[in-house]
């Protein structure tokens, strides 16, 4: 195993996965066909590039040896990422669009069931006691509340004043969250004990700010560069800033904030926007974080210890999360 990728891991479960929540929505009964077939038709729409789904097997397996037991855990992982993504569209004002199956408001009201009940109606069905149902259902509750702190933290983002640390805060909440609560499930229902459970919270909220700076590169790289058109407060952009308020650059932290509110609705102030934050110097101090932020989750990892087979899996998986990407703009 221990050549093993998180990528094989979900080639191995993913037919599973897919079954889970096909079962989900199917035990919803033949009176609510309507919702059956809206979820059915979301969940077609929002599709994910990486299968983060393996991390409660990866949790599971490494607390027990077996990554089986939590294929209705990824299930939920995938739920709740679907409704997540969904409603952030929206809250964005993309309009989050849709196929020609699935109108706008018909979507919305998927999301809710996907996040939530869908969700409940499969930690329910699982055969585990009932103390483990409702500390499975309580993260659920958590996360809902954290992730939505995060996320109108970040809408309501000013970046005047955006500092990491604030920035990091928010990152924590609005995708440390949903991993916290997805590694927290996999240890419950592996039984392990409260000490390791909060680790492995932690060690998902860490995981979480790692793949967001993750995803905030990738939007530059991809040439959507949504977090600049949608006015996002990232990481990277709070580099920029604290280092030219510091010391000179190319632009002021003033330059920087105008147009960084001009790339709402500006093309060429999104492209100077973006250059600046490729400067080497932004650049060197953005991955001075990422490596901070992957050495904590492999302490944490290191500390946890656990089944040798799928520990270096998880690890691995951690490396790639914290590459930088971007290159330096001349």
């Not at 199956?101 to 109606?121: K, Q, R, T, Y």
């Not at 419950?188 to 909060?198: M, N, V, Y």
Request: glycine share 6%; proline share 3%; aromatic share 6%.
């Amino acid at each position: 195993m221990n050549s093993t990728s998180y990528l094989d891991l979900y080639e191995r479960f993913s037919v599973d996965i897919e079954t889970e929540i096909e079962g989900g929505i199917e035990r919803l009964g033949p009176s609510h066909d309507a919702v059956k077939n809206a979820m059915a038709e979301l969940l077609r729409h929002q599709k994910f590039k990486y299968p983060l789904q393996v991390l409660p097997l990866l949790v599971h397996a490494i607390e027990t040896g077996n990554p089986e037991p939590a294929v209705p855990l990824s299930a939920v992982h995938v739920l709740w990422w679907t409704s997540a993504c969904y409603l952030d569209d929206l809250a964005d004002g993309q309009g989050a669009g849709t196929s020609r199956e699935i109108g706008e408001n018909e979507a919305l009201l998927a999301a809710v069931i996907s996040g939530n009940a869908l969700p409940l109606h499969i930690i329910q069905s699982q055969r585990v006691p009932e103390s483990v149902h409702n500390a499975l259902t309580a993260e659920l509750a958590k996360c809902w509340i954290v992730g939505t702190e995060g996320q109108l933290s970040d809408l309501r983002g000013d970046a005047r004043g955006a500092t990491r640390d604030s920035v990091v805060t928010t990152y924590r909440g609005k995708s440390g969250a949903p991993f916290g609560m997805i590694t927290a499930m996999g240890a419950i229902l592996a039984d392990a004990e409260s000490e390791r459970i909060e680790l492995w919270r932690e060690f998902g909220y860490v995981f979480g700010v790692l793949w967001q700076m993750f995803n905030d590169q990738e939007d530059i790289l991809s040439g959507r560069n949504e977090d600049l058109r949608n006015g996002t407060v990232t990481f990277l952009l709070a580099c920029a800033l604290e280092h030219a308020s510091m010391r000179s650059s190319t632009h002021s932290s003033e330059e920087l904030l105008d147009l960084h509110s001009a790339s709402r609705s500006c093309e060429q102030a999104r492209s100077e926007l973006a250059t600046a934050l490729l400067a080497p110097s932004v650049l060197h101090r953005f991955q001075e974080d990422l490596d901070r932020f992957r050495e904590d989750a492999l302490r944490i990892l290191s500390k946890l210890g656990g089944d040798e087979d799928y520990l270096p899996v998880l690890r691995r998986l951690v490396e790639e999360s914290a590459s930088l990407l971007l290159h330096r703009a001349e």
